[in-house]
């Protein structure tokens, strides 16, 4: 016991010098952020977050790798961010949804959130400068790409992506009851309910009265009020209503994740594998989108991915969203898009760090 005592007595002394450490890393950040502020430029700056993460998982050489120096560290540079200058973030709402968990996860618990009842509610609260960062889905691996998305990225050209992460959606069985036979009514957004079917079959839930919910948050909060009811939601829906995770990873694929894109008014600066967004109308005769693509190949451009949207005309036409590899300061990219923006009618929609 007294060994024990004695390296407890040692954590508290490393703890008081790694908090000693990090107010004078906010001094730092906070005289930082008041020259940006005097000059306009924008707090975040994903590239820069990025560098420091490489550096540190590439030094490290204890106990803390890559995925804990992450988690560390970004929380870190939420607080930071919120020191240089609190900024206020949209996401769509309600609170409680993998949106809000995906703001979370980049800009920190202190963050000033706004949720919003749709995706485009966030892009035109952007363009109103009632907030500085929007977080919104642009595309999942099972369900595909999140259409409203892709459609004002089109509409407001004055927003752009300025970096992207990827969540994996986990659904969590919440409940104050603890013996499930006691369950009598479980709550949850129909196609969360239906990404369950085997876990709800497993415990013999299936027969359970389900109520359907106009998301997985709601869910939880209709869940909070009623006793013997259960809710399929979010861990931070559960968080948020202080409802017990009975059961956690409870849906059929494990591998289910959403790409989520972080929108703002400004121009990154270029990092290391960096990505570019634009979308491009092609020529209205046979070939039209291959003659787009060779352009990308003779310019040695990797694409990594293609996607088709209607413009929703008369005339039933297309417009192609697509993700390169590279920045748009790049030189070979440059001499695509000046080169062939008008044929194509090309929209840059933003230059960030690749996380996929």
Known sequence: ???????RREIDRVDDKILELLNERMNFVKAIGALKHSSGQSIYRPEREREILDRLKRQSDGHLKGGAIEAIYSEIFAVSRNIEFPEKIAFLGPEGTYSHQAAQSRFGAQGIYLALNSIEAVFEVLSNKEAKYGVVPIENNTEG?????????????????????????????????????????IYSHPQGYNQCRQFLE?????????????STSQAARMASLEEGAAAICSHIAAKLYNIPILFE??????ANRTRFIVLSDFKNAKGVKNKTSILAKTQDKPGGLLSLLEIFKNANINLTKLESRPTKGRDFKRVFYLDFEGH??????????EGNGK???????????SEG
């Open 145 to 185: 790409a999140v259409g409203a998305t892709l459609d004002c990225l089109g509409r407001h050209q004055d927003i752009k992506i300025v970096a992207e992460l990827y969540i994996d959606i986990h659904h969590s069985f919440a409940t104050f009851t603890e013996d499930v036979k006691a369950i009598k009514r």
């Open 1 to 7: 016991m007294n060994k024990i005592n004695e390296f």
């Open 249 to 254: 990873k409870i849906e059929d694929n494990l």
């Open 343 to 353: 044929i194509y009618d090309i929209i840059w929609l933003g230059s960030y760090i």
């Open 328 to 337: 748009i300061d790049d030189e070979n990219i440059q001499s695509v898009l």
């Open 202 to 214: 497993t415990h013999m839930l299936s027969g359970v009265e389900f109520v359907p919910a106009k």
